[in-house]
Every structure is written in C-alpha cells, then in structure tokens.
C-alpha cells in the first residue's frame, strides 16, 4: 500500500527565511506521480506542483523548489525566502499509474502548517 | 477558465438526516473526485468518477455514494448521517485518469 509521510506538523519561520518540508513516500510501483498542494485557512487545496517517477530532475518555480531524491524516497519542498502569505498547510500527495481504465487516487500526508511571522 | 465549485459551501444537518452535495468540474474535465477531509483522519479519497461511472471507491461505508452527470457534474450523498461525517468535503476535476486533480472550495459540513 502506498504511504506518504510529512513528519513536519507545524513550522513557524520568520518572513525572509527560508523553509523547507519534508516529504517521504512509500509505494511498491515503479511508477507513480508525486505532488504537492497548499491550503490556504479558505480551504481550496491549490496545485504546486506534479513530478512523474521517472524524471528526477529538479524544478524551481520562482521562490519555490522541490528536490526530488527516488533514492531516499523523498520529495521535499523548499520556499526562499519566504513571506507571510506563503502561510497555509502544505500537503504532499501520491498516486500510482493504474492499468487502462482504472482511475488514479491521491493519497496525502498529514499536512505541514507552515506559519511565517512578518 | 472557471475553476471547480461546489455548493453548498456550508451545511449544518443533524444525525440520521440525509445530505446531498454537489461539483461542478472545470470546463472540458471529465473525471471527478471526492475526498473528505477531517483533523483525526486527514485527506481521504472516497470516489471517483468518469464519464458517469464509478471507476475507484475509498474505503468509506455505503451510506456514501456518488453519481455523475453527462455534463460531467456530479453529486454526493451520504445518508443515515453520524456526527464522524462532519467534515470537509472537497471535490476535484481531472481531464482524465493520467491528469491533475484541480480542488474546489469545498463543502464543511457540520452533524449535530
């Protein structure tokens, strides 16, 4: 069965830090999907970001990035310097690719409550 | 383009009623997902469905269940409500099995 652990429950930073969260998965697939989401206090969970197992390469977006590492099983989430309205709950999430006509679900962490103070 | 909604956005219902809640998908996305949300047992996936057909279920009682429109809209509903259904109800749209599942707002739905 497919596991993803966020041990991170809650970070407080200072606005300008920068933060990373962790993110280690378990499947038994050799191929499969990685996320991340943010929640912001509205609810909606917003995409970030969708990495495939078979491209480890990393990505920066702007003031994110994500390291992905199959080697380790993790796939973490760095913020640079970040500011008060990066503040929300992170979630990293798994899907297996499923034969032809099954359909995928996610399966999230627990959530990371990222708190940056101005 | 519009993103996914759902309404009601707010529901307050007492145990033993039933509930229906409804999605909206993203134009041209034809799979729809369901996931309930709550702090003792975080995200979890309840179903999915595609071009009118359940095609996955969570691991949820059968007082959950779904269906989908041909406009790609769809519906949930639990029955027989129990003060562990109050939740967050999210829903989101794909534009098939292999995309990106887009969130809505959401649904908080409080049992008394």
């Known amino acids: 069965a497919q596991k993803v652990t966020q041990a991170q429950t809650e970070i407080s930073v200072v606005e300008k830090e920068d933060v990373t969260l962790d993110c280690v998965y378990e499947t038994r697939d050799t191929t499969y999907y990685l996320f991340w989401y943010k929640q912001p206090p509205s609810g909606e969970l917003v995409f970030l970001i969708r990495r495939n197992s078979f491209d480890e390469q990393n990505e920066i977006s702007g003031r994110y990035s994500w390291n992905f590492q199959k080697s380790t099983s993790s796939f973490n989430f760095t913020i640079t310097a970040s500011q008060v309205v990066d503040s929300a709950v992170y979630f990293c999430?798994?899907?297996?690719?499923?034969?032809?006509?099954?359909?995928?679900?996610?399966?999230f962490g627990s959530g990371t409550q990222l708190t940056v103070l101005p | 383009k519009a993103g996914v909604t759902q309404t009601p956005r707010y529901l307050i219902k007492t145990r033993g009623q039933q509930v229906t809640l409804s999605c909206s998908p993203i134009?041209?996305?034809?799979?729809v997902s369901w996931y309930q949300q709550t702090p003792g047992q975080g995200l979890q996936f309840l179903f999915e469905?595609?071009?009118?057909?359940?095609?996955n279920k969570g691991n949820f009682p059968g007082r959950f269940s779904g269906r989908q429109f041909s406009n790609s809209r769809s519906e949930m509903n639990v029955s027989t409500l129990e003060l562990g259904d109050s939740a967050l109800y999210l829903c989101?749209?794909?534009?098939?099995?292999?995309?990106?599942?887009?969130f809505g707002p959401g649904t908080r739905l409080l049992v008394l």
């Open positions: 469905y595609f071009s009118e057909t359940q095609r």
């Open positions: 989101a749209s794909s534009l098939g099995q292999e995309e990106t599942q887009y």
């Open positions: 999430a798994l899907s297996e690719a499923k034969t032809s006509g099954s359909a995928r679900q996610l399966t």
């Open positions: 134009s041209g996305h034809r799979s």
